[in-house]
T-cell receptor, first 114, second 112 residues
Framework: EAQVTQNPRYLITVTGKKLTVTCSQN?????MSWYRQDPGLGLRQIYY???????DKGDVPEGYKVSRKEKRNFPLILESPSPNQTSLYFC?????????????FGDGTRLSIL | EDQVTQSPEALRLQEGESSSLNCSYT??????LFWYRQDPGKGPEFLFT?????EEKEKERLKATLTKKESFLHITAPKPEDSATYLC?????????????WGLGTSLAVNP
């Protein structure tokens, strides 16, 4: 089954404790992306990757890191999480080609930073 | 400033009561418009892509249309399982790249 898998689905942690949210896709998609979704602000892109070893900032990259060492994986790293990073996070992937390919989303990771 | 606005924010319908959701946009260089459905606790699920004014796409009880300023998602004779948040996103040209701007969504509840 074609899918984007995120882990963990839920996490409660404390300020400053490094965490990683993993994302894996099995569709051989070149493009992968991370979003956060907040009430009243909608979906905002954090980082994206056009292919292996190619990453770039989205609209709200501050406080986040990513890496793309393999085509299927795109982890999101919070080196020193802060309460304003409490949010619902989504990983997405799609084929390349002008940006007009639809994205496939994971089921989300709800992060609470205390 | 490029902007995407969805209305209404929330809509409650009786089963079988048809209606339309609106996605209006003020952008330069439209390259496409997407509709997604999002269920609680899930990620957005792709429904349609529209590329040019006058284009229409249909899937079961849903029909999406596009003009030069807005898109409509028409829901005909909805059922309770159509309850979800519907998101639209506009793809525009941004220099040499493409950029996706998301609306805030319309939360639809269909009562049996």
């Amino acid at each position: 089954e074609a899918q984007v898998t995120q882990n963990p689905r839920y996490l409660i942690t404390v300020t400053g404790k490094k965490l990683t949210v993993t994302c894996s896709q099995n569709m051989n998609h070149e493009y992968m992306s991370w979003y956060r979704q907040d009430p009243g602000l909608g979906l905002r892109q954090i980082y994206y990757s056009m292919n292996v070893e190619v990453t770039d900032k989205g609209d709200v990259p501050e406080g986040y890191k990513v890496s793309r060492k393999e085509k299927r994986n795109f982890p999101l790293i919070l080196e020193s999480p802060s309460p304003n990073q409490t949010s619902l996070y989504f990983c997405a992937s799609r084929y390349s080609g002008g940006g007009n390919q639809p994205q496939h989303f994971g089921d989300g990771t709800r992060l609470s930073i205390l | 400033e490029d902007q995407v606005t969805q209305s209404p924010e929330a809509l409650r319908l009786q089963e079988g009561e048809s209606s339309s959701l609106n996605c209006s946009y003020t952008v330069s260089g439209l390259r496409g418009l997407f509709w997604y459905r999002q269920d609680p606790g899930k990620g957005p699920e792709f429904l349609f892509t529209l590329y040019s004014a006058g284009e229409e796409k249909e899937k079961e009880r849903l029909k999406a249309t596009l003009t030069k300023k807005e898109s409509f998602l028409h829901i005909t004779a909805p059922k309770p399982e159509d309850s979800a948040t519907y998101l639209c996103a506009v793809l525009l040209r941004a220099g040499n790249n493409r950029k996706l701007i998301w609306g805030l969504g319309t939360s639809l509840a269909v009562n049996p």
